[in-house]
T-cell receptor, first 112, second 113 residues
Framework: AQTVTQSQPEMSVQEAETVTLSCTYDTSENNYYLFWYKQPPSRQMILVIR??????QNATENRFSVNFQKAAKSFSLKISDSQLGDTAMYFC?????????FGAGTILRVKS | DGGITQSPKYLFRKEGQNVTLSCEQNLNHDAMYWYRQDPGQGLRLIYY???????QKGDIAEGYSVSREKKESFPLTVTSAQKNPTAFYLCASSMSPVNYGYTFGSGTRLTVV
């Protein structure tokens, strides 16, 4: 079975602070891709960051970075200098076969 | 600009009626997908299509039907057999293989009245 676990249903963070969202997954594939998506209150799904499993270097996009632990099948998202606009639901989505499987999501609230 | 368009944004349906949600993309993507999202929940896969004239059931296909007659279009019909159709529906497309993720439409909110 293709499982994706986001163990934090909801999180809060103060503006300008750092927060980490966790994700674990299960795959038997060796070369694959992983993604984090953001869904703000507008409900538009936005790609945040992409990681190639064969690359040891963690992906970074401005204030967003990942901690990818391939052996542990862990793919956490770190948001630095949190901004009010980061308030959203965040989904972890590894690629299984030729489609993405989405976790249940983590609601992140950034407080001023 | 290339993108993926879902219409309408809001849709109301009477019980017992079929309704079709539109999804069109001009990204030249081979694959297209339909997801259902209930309030505060994740995305559940309804149907997907990797190529024209072919599609596969996802995890919750019962009560839904699709067609893929053109590469650009992947309409979803919510039939009267779907017992609880009120939800937010998202369409997505991707290159194949899916190494660069999905591009999503802006969604259709379906309400049964």
């Amino acid at each position: 079975a293709q499982t994706v676990t986001q163990s934090q249903p909801e999180m809060s963070v103060q503006e300008a602070e750092t927060v980490t969202l966790s994700c674990t997954y299960d795959t038997s594939e060796n070369n694959y891709y992983l993604f984090w998506y953001k869904q703000p209150p507008s409900r538009q799904m936005i790609l945040v960051i992409r990681q190639e499993a064969y690359k040891q270097q963690n992906a970074t996009e401005n204030r967003f970075s990942v901690n990818f632990q391939k052996a542990a099948k862990s793919f956490s998202l770190k948001i630095s200098d949190s901004q009010l606009g980061d308030t959203a639901m965040y989904f972890c989505a590894p690629k299984y076969g030729n489609k993405l499987v989405f976790g249940a999501g983590t609601i992140l609230r950034v407080k001023s | 600009d290339g993108g993926i368009t879902q219409s309408p944004k809001y849709l109301f349906r009477k019980e017992g009626q079929n309704v079709t949600l539109s999804c069109e993309q001009n990204l030249n993507h081979d694959a297209m997908y339909w997801y259902r999202q209930d309030p505060g929940q994740g995305l559940r896969l309804i149907y997907y299509s990797q190529i024209v004239n072919d599609f596969q059931k996802g995890d919750i296909a019962e009560g839904y039907s699709v067609s893929r007659e053109k590469k650009e279009s992947f309409p979803l019909t919510v039939t009267s057999a779907q017992k609880n159709p009120t939800a937010f529906y998202l369409c997505a497309s991707s290159m194949s293989p899916v190494n660069y993720g999905y591009t999503f439409g802006s969604g259709t909110r379906l309400t049964v009245v």
